[in-house]
């Protein structure tokens, strides 16, 4: 899964990156051109504790790509035409809101204002998206016109949606804003449409802020949560100092500068998760104890596919034990003496925290 951190200049999105990936970069960014990456595990306890179970020898968290996009210039009606590529590829996005004072680092725009800044930055994503809709929407155009009248069903009903869009684009509303079908998404997901995607605002607060974290954030959602949108607020620069601790300096860091008992990295990673509609199952052995993630709704058979594609074509069925019931019972052998596992087929939709062990033959 790959999250794009965005946002204005001197936000402190690279901050941010070092408090999700505790320190361990590459350099900052080199030119106005440069995305800077790091890949991060996504805190989990429950694969944790599922793995000390067993005593895995290893055990395997999921992993989402962070992209780091150079600050955004307001006014330029989107972002840099050469980030554009990159940017698209993305599966959510994170706007990282300066929300925080320093006199030394000056704000683009001379003053902070999240609401603002939110607004801001939404326009220029706006900007981008009606592009593309107005591109695409001269294409249709030209194509039905070289066809006969009978033919021109499927290219007269993307025609009206390309103009809902742009309607709405217009009018400065995202496309996430819209309820569109899963029919309608699956006709658009070609054009990975900036604001179609899901969108994390990440208020990057002061320090002293930071024992307010709830009272801010309950705020900022009043006014920017919405469909496939929401608000979290962290103190980037001082999570990026604790996360360089070890763990047990880090908790006693954390309660003296009133930072959220949860970890920064945690809250963020897990929100992207939740945001992107993905649960997560596991598979559980000593060898390897393995998180893995797929969208709300996904059939055993297609779950499989994810552990590995044989498994998935040579598919029988699935043993499937609620992760609450195994850790209670300790292993798969005294959960299937409990009574606590069950046999499911290929159309079983996968519950999250499922501990799943799938039988096939090919």
């Known amino acids: 899964m790959d999250i794009a951190l965005i946002g204005l200049a001197a936000s402190g999105k690279t901050t941010l990156l070092h408090a999700l990936a505790a320190g361990h970069l590459p350099g900052g960014h080199t030119s106005p051109t440069e995305t800077a990456m790091a890949v991060v595990k996504v805190p989990d306890e429950r694969l944790d504790r599922l ?18 996009f150079p600050g955004f210039s307001v006014g330029r009606k989107g972002p840099p035409p050469q980030l554009l590529g990159t940017l698209s590829t993305a599966d959510l996005l994170v706007h990282v809101v300066r929300s925080f004072s320093e006199e030394s680092i000056p ?3 001379e003053s902070i204002d999240p609401d603002r800044d939110i607004a801001a930055l939404e ?7 009606l592009a593309v809709v107005e591109r695409r929407t001269e294409r249709i155009q030209v194509e039905a016109r070289s066809l006969a009248a009978g033919a021109r069903g499927p290219l007269d009903r993307e025609l009206a949606l390309q103009r809902r869009l742009k309607e709405a684009l217009e009018a400065e509303k995202p496309v996430r804003s819209l309820g569109l079908t899963a029919e309608e998404k699956t006709l658009l997901s070609g054009f990975n449409l900036l604001t179609g995607k899901p969108l994390l605002n990440v208020l990057n607060i002061d320090e002293a802020d930071a024992p307010r974290t709830a009272e801010i954030e309950a705020a900022a959602r009043e006014k920017h949560a919405g469909p496939d949108a929401d608000v979290i607020a962290i ?13 047990d300096e880090a908790a006693e860091f954390r309660r003296e500068l009133g930072l959220p008992e949860q970890a920064a990295a945690e809250r963020l990673l897990q929100e992207t998760v939740s945001l992107l509609g993905l649960i997560t199952f596991y598979t559980v052995g000593p060898q390897d104890t393995h998180a893995w993630s797929v969208s709300a709704g996904t059939p055993a058979v297609k779950a499989a596919g994810r552990i590995h594609s044989d498994i998935e074509r040579g598919f029988i069925r699935a043993e499937v034990i609620d992760s609450a019931d195994f850790l209670e019972a300790g292993s798969h052998a005294e959960a299937k003496r409990r009574g606590n596992q069950r046999l499911e087929g290929k159309t079983y939709e996968v519950r999250e925290g499922d501990v799943i062990n799938v039988l096939f033959n090919v």
């Open 51 to 68: 793995a000390a179970a067993v005593s895995a020898r290893k055990t395997t968290y999921l992993e989402l790509r962070l992209m780091d």
């Open 107 to 109: 704000h683009p725009l």
């Open 123 to 129: 326009l220029e994503l706006i900007f981008a998206d």
């Open 235 to 247: 103190a980037a620069k001082a999570e990026a100092d604790v996360a360089e601790l070890p763990a």
